[in-house]
């Protein structure tokens, strides 16, 4: 089964998305060829308790053969509290690949350039809610993090909307949980729900205990869905302020489906992790 271009679940690597359409992109010998980066941020105080900051970044390649040998991303954010309690951020961030001349290199559309996240959240005693909208382009490329669903790590080409609810349990109990819903762009018919929860118990003032779920399924236009599913147990040591050990077991479910997603195959696996780390 050939598999459909929406569902490849490989990361952002500074090369464009080879998933689009008549984009025009670096050779494979050019992958990794931005070594060389500068950016500004500017943010500052206006009405209503809010932050206005905006963000430019610029990446370029030494190898003079590059024709994607420069990478632009400008940002803007607004981060505000309403009413009390209630407050409201919103983000957008724009994405340019251009040759060494200047001259842009992808013939995308430029919202399939831009990534958008807004979040309205309200809190009332020790309970925290928040929904949120986003779209991410299928061509934004930017340096960083912007979230992972699964094993899809800052996922492109999708939109949707969702909510996080953080609800704490007694002093040493704490229960968050958070489920969206997105649609492929350009694929009104194939879906994608995420799910996650988790629970945090303080057993000591320095031993603590976290379980966590999550689940990713996606939703074809016909046939089964294909269902990502991760159970952690993790137990946390603070030797000192500065001093901690953490341990963490995973179990992971994949089911294939009839989305064509890889591996092509179910699989079952468990994964032993450990961490030190010491803070100067």
């Known amino acids: 089964m050939e598999q459909p271009p929406f569902f490849t679940l490989n ?7 080879p998933n689009v359409s008549g984009a025009i992109l670096p050779p494979p010998s050019a992958t990794g060829v931005l070594d060389q980066s500068q950016g500004a941020r500017l943010s500052f105080s206006a009405p209503l308790k809010s ?13 003079d053969a590059d024709r994607f040998r420069q990478l632009r991303v400008y940002g803007a954010d607004l981060h505000a509290t309403i009413w009390k309690g209630l407050r409201l951020s919103g983000e957008v961030a724009q994405s340019q690949w251009k040759n060494r001349f200047g001259h842009g290199t992808s013939p995308v559309d430029t919202n399939d350039r831009r990534a958008w996240d807004g979040r309205l959240g309200y809190r009332f005693g020790k309970i925290d809610l928040m929904g949120y909208y986003k779209r991410i382009g299928a061509s934004f490329d930017a340096p960083g993090y912007w979230g992972t ?17 953080t609800v704490p349990l007694g002093g040493r109990m704490a229960f968050d949980l958070e489920g969206a819903h997105y649609r492929f762009i350009g694929q009104s018919d194939t879906n994608l729900n995420h799910y996650r929860a988790g629970l945090k118990f303080s057993l000591t003032s320095s031993n ?10 996606y939703q074809p236009p016909a046939g089964s869905n294909a269902r990502e599913e991760y159970f952690n147990v993790g137990w946390g040591h603070d030797f000192s302020p500065t001093t901690s050990f953490k341990l963490l077991y995973q179990f992971i479910r994949f089911r294939v489906g009839s989305t064509g997603l890889n591996p092509l195959q179910d699989y079952d696996a468990q994964i032993a992790a450990t961490q030190f780390s010491v803070r100067f």
């Open 11 to 17: 990361a952002p690597a500074f090369v464009g998305n």
């Open 208 to 217: 603590r205990v976290d379980f966590g779920y999550e689940r990713a399924e």
């Open 149 to 165: 669903i699964g094993r899809w790590k800052n996922p492109r080409n999708l939109e949707g909307y969702g909510g996080i609810a």
């Open 51 to 63: 932050t206005i900051g905006v963000t430019w970044l610029q990446a370029a390649g030494s190898k």
